[in-house]
């Protein structure tokens, strides 16, 4: 066990989704001054929004403080250039491989030489986007999971070229958020993602060859294998669309057994992609 190290003072967030906005509030809430970077106006104003009604959630809860004076420390941009003060970036844009690397190359060349930039990725090469970078060794993943309040669990992934000394700066920044690093060296869909993915794809082979419901299914792993939710109810908290680029890029790199079934591929094409779009393997209406 290693001691708890102090979280950099200023965390910059690339993408202020679901995801970003998570990683936004975990270091927000633990004293850190957080600036969260989008595309454009609307989409900066939507970020605030998210990471304050998860502020005000956790004071709800018995967080200390207010939620004016937590919120205080957060402020939202459009400008890469802002993230130039900041010690740490974590990077929380879609699975796509030219998104991610262009968005780390134009985060990466604001930052000070020593700064880190982290990848929130859930299955692309860490050593592969490293490779992009002008300074891979203070390049890291830090796979945090959805939703970032709830889980304890964040993975620690190490490129090729990631700095040994950084991995335990990255467990100790994770410690001081009060959750649980696991660290992984990097392979397709680390440790979280090729499990999740494998029990999730045949959970869905399983509605499409008639075995069970998804609700026997999913209570059968919640029952019987104390899973938190089941794979399909995770499934569709995650966002279908997300699991099929994974199971996808999965299949490319480990082979056939990660193929997406057509189930899958049929839900995302007529757009019930989970929680987000109210119906998935449930309906969330």
Same mark, same amino acid.
């Given at each position: 066990?290693?001691?708890?190290?102090?979280?950099?003072?200023?965390?910059?967030?690339?993408?202020g989704?679901?995801?970003?906005?998570?990683i936004?509030?975990?270091?927000?809430?633990n004293? =850190?001054?957080?600036l969260? $970077?989008e595309?454009?106006?609307?989409? +900066?104003?939507?970020a605030?929004?998210?990471?304050?009604?998860?502020?005000? &959630?956790?004071?709800?809860?018995?967080?200390?403080?207010?939620?004016e004076?937590?919120?205080?420390r957060l402020?939202?941009?459009?400008?890469? +250039?802002?993230?130039?003060? =900041?010690e740490?970036?974590?990077?929380?844009? #879609?699975?796509?491989?030219?998104? &991610?690397?262009?968005?780390?190359?134009a985060?990466?060349?604001?930052?000070?030489?020593?700064?880190?930039?982290?990848s929130?990725?859930?299955?692309l090469s860490?050593?592969?986007?490293?490779?992009?970078l002008?300074?891979?060794?203070?390049?890291?993943?830090l796979?945090?999971?959805?939703?970032?309040?709830?889980?304890?669990?964040?993975e620690?992934?190490?490129?090729?070229q990631?700095?040994?000394e950084?991995?335990?700066?990255?467990?100790?920044?994770?410690? +001081?958020?009060g959750?649980?690093?696991?660290?992984?060296?990097?392979? #397709?869909g680390?440790?979280?993602?090729?499990?999740? $993915?494998?029990?999730?794809l045949?959970?869905m082979?399983?509605?499409?060859?008639?075995?069970?419901?998804?609700?026997d299914?999913?209570?059968?792993?919640?029952?019987?294998?104390?899973?938190?939710?089941?794979p399909?109810?995770?499934?569709? %908290?995650?966002?279908?669309?997300?699991?099929?680029? %994974?199971?996808?890029?999965?299949?490319?790199t480990?082979?056939?057994?990660?193929?997406p079934?057509?189930?899958?591929?049929?839900?995302?094409?007529?757009?019930?992609?989970?929680?987000?779009s109210? &119906?998935?393997?449930?309906?969330?209406?």
């Open positions: 066990m290693i001691s708890a190290t102090a979280l950099p003072t200023r965390v910059g967030v690339l993408g989704g679901r995801m970003g906005a998570g936004a509030h975990a270091f927000l809430v004293g =850190c001054e957080v969260v $970077v595309r454009d106006d609307d989409a +900066a104003t939507a605030r929004n998210r990471v304050e009604t998860a502020v005000a &959630k956790s004071v709800e809860r018995g967080l200390a403080g207010t939620v004076g937590i919120a205080s402020s939202v941009s459009t400008d890469y +250039a802002d993230f130039a003060p =900041c740490l970036v974590v990077e929380a844009v #879609p699975e796509m491989w030219d998104l &991610k690397v262009s968005s780390l190359q985060v990466e060349k604001h930052l000070a030489d020593d700064a880190v930039l982290a929130n990725t859930s299955s860490m050593t592969g986007l490293a490779i992009e002008s300074r891979p060794q203070n390049f890291i993943g796979h945090f999971f959805n939703p970032v309040p709830a889980s304890t669990l964040i620690v992934v190490i490129a090729q990631t700095r040994p950084l991995v335990n700066t990255a467990r100790g920044w994770v410690e +001081a958020l959750k649980t690093a696991v660290v992984v060296n990097d392979a #397709p680390f440790a979280s993602s090729r499990l999740g $993915v494998a029990i999730a045949e959970a082979r399983m509605v499409e060859e008639g075995v069970a419901s998804a609700e299914i999913d209570n059968a792993m919640v029952l019987g294998y104390k899973h938190p939710t089941g399909l109810r995770t499934t569709d %908290i995650v966002g279908l669309d997300v699991r099929l680029g %994974i199971a996808e890029y999965l299949e490319s480990l082979g056939e057994r990660f193929a079934p057509q189930i899958l591929r049929d839900k995302v094409a007529r757009g019930e992609l989970g929680r987000k109210g &119906k998935g393997f449930f309906d969330w209406a």
